[in-house]
C-alpha cells in the first residue's frame, strides 16, 4: 500500500512554488511565500464496528477552496481531526473528528466534518462540509468495509454495501504524481477477507479510502477490521458465536493539503 509520504510531495513547482504541502498536525500555517493557494481540507473517518451487525465508518467530509491569494504577512489556524477508534464487540464506534481551516482571506472557516461512527446494526454516515467552492459529504461505511472521502461528489448515497469485496476506494482514484495545482488524487480499498483462525486481520484502505471488513469463519477467534486510509472510514470486523473478540478497524485521521497555483 502507497504511504503518505509517496502520495504527497513537498517538492519545487513552476518558480520555485511548493507544489504539495500536507498538514497533518493542528497549527498555525504562515505562507512561506506570496501567491495563490488551493487549500484541500478532510475531515478524519470514523471507526468501524466489531459486531455480527453494522458495518465500516463513515469517511470524513471534503472541502475545498479553489484559489486564495495569500502573502507571507497571513496565517491561518488549522485544525486536524483525530481517527475514530473502532468499537469491540457490538459496542457503539467512534466518530472522526472535523479538519478546520481559518485565516487571512477567508469569510468563514473551512469545515470538514469527521465521519459518524456504526452502531450495532447500522452503517456509518460520512461527515459533512462546508464554506468551501466543494462541499461534499464523506462515503457511508457497509458490511464490506468504511466509506472513501467524496472528492468529485458526496458519497452518502455510494454505500460499500453496494460494491461488494473490499473496503470502499476513492471516487478519486489515480497515479500519486499527478497529485498538485488544485487536484488531489486517493488509493484503493482494502480487500475484504473470510478466513479461519486464530487470529484474523482485514487490509488497510488507501490514501482517502475505507478499510476492509475482516469476516472470521466459525473457528476464528478474533478479528480485527483494516483501517482507514487518511479520511477513510474503518472496516468491520465480523463476529461470530465462536468469536471471542471482534474490533471494528480504525478511521484514519484527517488532514489539510495545500497547494500553490501556477502564475
Known amino acids: 500500500m502507497a504511504t503518505l509520504s509517496s502520495l504527497i ?8 512554488l511548493p507544489v504539495n504541502i500536507a498538514l497533518t498536525e493542528s497549527q498555525t500555517w504562515v505562507p512561506p511565500v506570496d501567491g495563490n493557494i488551493c487549500i484541500h481540507v ?27 491569494a495569500v502573502t507571507t504577512s497571513g496565517s491561518f489556524t488549522v485544525v486536524i481531526g483525530a481517527g475514530g477508534l473502532g468499537s469491540v464487540n457490538s459496542a457503539n464506534a467512534s466518530n472522526g473528528g472535523n479538519s478546520t481551516v481559518a485565516g487571512t482571506g477567508l469569510s468563514a472557516t473551512l469545515t470538514a466534518n469527521g465521519g459518524n461512527g456504526p452502531v450495532n446494526n447500522a452503517n456509518g454516515q460520512g461527515g459533512t462540509a462546508s464554506n468551501g467552492d466543494v462541499n461534499n459529504t464523506g462515503g457511508q461505511g457497509g458490511w464490506f468495509g468504511g466509506g472513501a472521502v467524496g472528492v468529485y461528489r ?3 448515497a455510494n454505500s460499500q454495501t453496494t460494491q461488494r469485496g473490499a473496503g470502499e476506494s476513492s471516487d478519486a482514484l489515480g497515479d500519486p504524481a499527478l497529485m498538485g495545482y488544485g487536484y488531489i488524487v486517493g488509493g484503493q480499498g482494502g480487500k475484504t477477507f473470510i478466513g479461519e483462525g486464530s ?8 490514501f482517502l479510502a475505507g478499510g476492509g471488513s475482516m469476516w472470521g469463519g466459525h473457528s476464528a477467534l478474533r478479528t480485527w477490521g483494516g483501517d482507514g486510509g487518511v479520511g477513510g472510514g ?7 458465536t465462536n468469536t471471542s473478540l471482534a474490533y471494528g478497524g480504525t478511521g484514519g485521521d484527517g488532514i489539510v493539503i495545500i497547494q500553490y497555483l501556477p502564475a
Not at 9 to 16: A, I, K, R
Open 154 to 156: 458526496s458519497n452518502s
Open 9 to 16: 510531495s513537498s517538492g519545487g513547482g513552476g518558480g520555485g
Open 42 to 68: 478532510i475531515g478524519a473517518g470514523s471507526g468501524g464496528i466489531g459486531s455480527s451487525g453494522g458495518g465500516g465508518g463513515g469517511a470524513g467530509g471534503y472541502c475545498k477552496k479553489n484559489s486564495l
Open 234 to 240: 474503518g472496516g468491520m470486523g465480523y463476529k461470530t
Open 199 to 206: 487470529t484474523l486481520v482485514g487490509m488497510n484502505g488507501g
